[in-house]
């Protein structure tokens, strides 16, 4: 049972160049989510999803796209690196209703670098 | 937009000793969720609380869903070292159709063997 699985776990970037972010989780949850964290800022929402064919916004989404093509993938995408998307990157999973409702499930973490 | 406020910001406290943190919020919250994250890890649940009163422990950890539902608290009883990390509280906003679940800016906890 792998639970959420993040990849790459590590990256390098330059500024302008583009990358992708993979998320998969095998529970079979409605709900998937990206959060990035930085030092006393806590987990910020980035962008989430209800379900496959679905995205939306969260707390801090410029400079970032999603897909949910398939309900167990979400996919963060980076278009123009900047020096400021330098952070760890958290993907989450939940059920939306009954026991465990909007309870998160985290992946490990992605932590990219924009030089 | 919805914030979630955690206090104190870190702790430094020694082995034995009991801790209590809390988490505030301008807004109602429907259910409150306390992670924890270690070093190099993603967060993982500690307790999960629904209803207003609420109050639920998990071994040493006992958490309380405030009556006025602006507010949890967690209580960590007789410290010990793996204990360390970032404590966050979370909650589902209600703002919006879809619930998206916002974080606090956690709460550091150190502890001196």
């Known amino acids: 049972n792998a639970g959420v699985t993040q990849t790459p776990k590590f990256r390098v970037l330059k500024t302008g160049q583009s990358m992708t972010l993979l998320c998969a989780q095998d529970?079979?949850?409605?709900?998937m989510y990206w959060y990035r964290q930085d030092p006393g800022m806590g987990l910020r929402l980035i962008h989430y999803?209800?379900?496959?064919?679905?995205?939306a916004k969260g707390e801090v989404p410029d400079g970032y796209n999603v897909s949910r093509l398939k309900k167990q993938n979400f996919l963060l995408g980076l278009e123009s690196a900047a020096p400021s998307q330098t952070s760890v990157y958290f993907c989450?999973?939940?059920?939306?209703?009954?026991?465990?409702?909007?309870?998160?499930?985290f992946g490990a973490g992605s932590r990219l670098t924009v030089l | 937009g919805q914030q979630l406020n955690q206090s104190p910001q870190s702790m430094f406290i020694q082995e034995g000793e009991d801790v209590s943190m809390n988490c505030t919020s301008s807004?109602?919250?429907?259910?409150w969720l306390w992670y924890k994250q270690e070093p190099g890890e993603g967060p993982v649940l500690l307790i999960a609380?629904?209803?207003?009163?609420e109050l639920t422990s998990n071994g040493r950890l006992t958490a309380q869903f405030g009556i006025t539902r602006k507010d949890s608290f967690l209580n960590i009883s007789a410290s010990i070292p793996s204990d360390v990390g970032i404590y966050f509280c979370?909650?589902?906003?209600?703002?919006?159709?879809?619930?998206?679940?916002?974080f606090g800016p956690g709460t550091s906890l150190s502890v001196i063997p």
């Open positions: 609380l629904y209803k207003a009163g």
């Open positions: 807004s109602i919250f429907n259910t």
């Open positions: 989450a999973s939940s059920y939306t209703q009954g026991p465990g409702a909007n309870v998160l499930t």
């Open positions: 999803s209800v379900g496959e064919g679905t995205t």
């Open positions: 529970m079979n949850h409605e709900y």
């Open positions: 979370a909650g589902p906003t209600l703002k919006t159709s879809y619930d998206k679940v916002i």
